[in-house]
DNA sequence: CAGCTGTATCTTTTT
DNA sequence: GATACAGCTG
């Protein structure tokens, strides 16, 4: 069957075809990129005769990896085997998985999460002096990623003169960590990007053997690189300079995680002989979303340039909701879903609700329960952060690597067996000493002169459980193991048998999730030929994105953060919580490079919407448990005023307010203190006066006592049949109207 | 010395 | 509104 390029425009055609030498894709929005790269992969495979196991693919996500095989795959209408395609992370753990003995560690290392690397940071500072009242584990967490991110090395921070502040103890902190992360057989994050490079450097003819086999590249999101992975794909194609990448300026929003906008901007000045494609056409977003994200985005200095346009009808207006309180937002989210739903036929699926940090879904979630609306969370609380999924993981991580302490310490005393902190460190003690792992320490807890017998014993029969399991894991298999591990463990009889009935049931199904996960992971490897052990089951656990897992295909509204939605599109979008310090979300001081990467955002957000785009924000807020007034985002502003369409209460001062806001500051603000103190008059609450909270509904309101913030309102929940007493300032009630 | 209870301190975005 | 830590109790 010949593959066809028919359904591609000019543009997209040139840039499939131009299959050998540096090759830049500028992206716009919605302008058709992942057609494209999956049709320069198939081309490449079909037309050109290339073997898949020469390409290698780079994407964001793990689900955009597995999207772009599927569509290559039917594009030439068969399996795709040895095609290597993932995100940086994912690619680089497997050639570690492959090499660790050359660089020091075994093929069974353990990735180190987040939190994990804070239990090591920690741990690490504990034994230097290091101010640690003054230095959070947090903040030199975030800098020696950043460092890594930039390929530094600690003799490279002590080349520095006169370091002030952290950058005194950040060199120390920065070698201890590394020979923790190596005496723990363990690798980091940024670990992963960075030894592959290492590797490569030290190793010239291993370097030569992925060079050799990886003859055509391409990466995707090319604008999120950072210095590591920009470093890692050059080191593959120096020779042979057969790399494609995709990307999109304007969509650079990862930058506060080290990823650097020049990789992209400088490409042409790195690989000279590069060829530019732009494409510009979108075919995604009707006109009036596409000009009212261009006219955003437009304020931005740090671009290359690119004209979006469309031949999609103008659609509606972009609308915009503006609430009295962030529930009252949330409301009004609600009513225009009802109204998508019921009155324009569509489904609840088709519908993203989109904000700027995790804390503000909450409120929409209880708003979308309370009216049995379906939705699906992406982010939050990720499922593999959860605290019974990461304690049967730990187990697991530990049976395959006895080195790694963090695992160890995590779950020595869970479920309880009488083995506290006084204990663990008397054994770290002394395997310190003997310089041996932690685990064998256990092993020989007899020989720590201050350990009682009888807590010794303790310890001995937590070291035989886990020799049990480390034996049994070469014989049964994986699902086999983690569920009788589970149950011997006493981690499924603890869970069952915990205090809250509900929560007890919802982490006992998690439980059983982690098990079907195991076996779907099992079977999926089966089919593509690879490995389906215990090592890889728990590396894809470590590099699996809450988005990875998102179902697509179950009817209901989904939520996420901007970040997250980065690639996706849907019919209907709500942008909400767009206000001054939210979104842009500033931190202590506005930097401009900053502001600019939250106007990239919103630009983000914005394209992500096919048909209905609505921006909704709230005149005031609780944040950090105070409610404060608000104002509206500058972002709004910069759209242009015939393009929207604004509703709610109110809603002729709150367009014209912020329509001019920028030269009429003063008046905005007086306007939304006015509207603020009307809300904390206290007439908003008398005796039977109907209310609605968001957890126990609607209700009446039968006492008041006292005045101000600290009244106290006593309800009637109609719906519960209960009466509650709340304080005002934390009760987050609305008034309703009769 | 383990384990529980109450208080402090947050919440930017993520591989 | 959840988690981590300090301090108390048995």
Known sequence: MALTLDSLNPQQRAAVERTEGPVLILAGAGSGKTRTLTARMAYLIEEKGVAPENILAVTFTNKAAREMKERVESLIGSAVNGLWIGTFHSICARIMRIEAEVMGYTRSFTIYDVDDQARAVKKVISTLSVPQQLYTPKMIQNRLSRVKNQFLFPEDLYAIEDRQGLDEYLPSIYLSYQRFLKENNALDFDDLLIKPIELFKENPDIRKKYADRFRYVMVDEYQDTNKAQYLFIKELVKDHKNLCVVGDEDQAIYGWRGADISNILDFKKDYKDATVFKLEENYRSNK?????????????????????????????????????????????????????????????????????????????????????????????????????????????????????????????????????????????????????????????????????????????????????????????????????????SGIMHHYQTEYDQYESESRVQNIQELFRSIEEFDERRREEGREADLESFLEEVSLMADIDRMNTEDNSVTLMTLHAAKGLEFPVVFITGLEMGLMPLQRNSANLNELEEERRLMYVGMTRAEERLYLSMSRSRRRNNSFNKTMPSLFLDEIPRDLLHVTGYNSASASSDYGRSRRHKTKVKSYLTREVENQSTDDTYKVGQKVYHATFGKGIVRQLEGQGDRMKISVDFTDEGITKKLIKEFANLTPLEE
Do not use: C
């Open 288 to 488: 009036n979303i596409l000009l009212a994200a261009n006219a955003v985005v437009k304020n931005n200095t740090e671009r290359l340039g690119k004209d979006l346009w469309t031949q999609r009808p103008d659609g509606e207006k972009l609308e915009v909701l503006v609430g009295q309180t962030d529930l009252d937002e949330a409301k009004k989210l609600l009513e225009k879903i009802h109204d998508e739903v019921f009155t324009r036929k569509r489904s609840f699926k088709d519908i993203a609700i989109l904000y700027r940090t995790n804390a503000q879904s909450r409120i929409i979630e209880d708003t979308l329960r309370r009216n049995a609306i379906s939705y699906k969370l992406v982010g939050g609380v990720k499922f593999y952060e959860r605290k019974e999924i990461k304690d049967i993981v730990s187990y697991l991580k530990l049976i395959v690597n006895q080195r790694d302490s963090i695992a160890l310490k995590r779950i020595i005393n869970f479920p309880l067996r009488g083995i506290g902190d006084t204990t663990v460190g008397k054994i770290e003690k002394f395997s310190e000493l003997e310089q041996i792992p932690l685990f064998e320490g256990l092993g020989r807890v007899e020989e720590v002169a201050s350990i009682s017998p009888a807590m010794s014993q303790r310890v001995t029969g937590f070291y035989n459980l886990i020799t049990k399991f480390i034996k049994l894991s070469t014989e049964i298999s994986a699902v086999e193991l983690a569920s009788t591990l589970a149950a011997e």
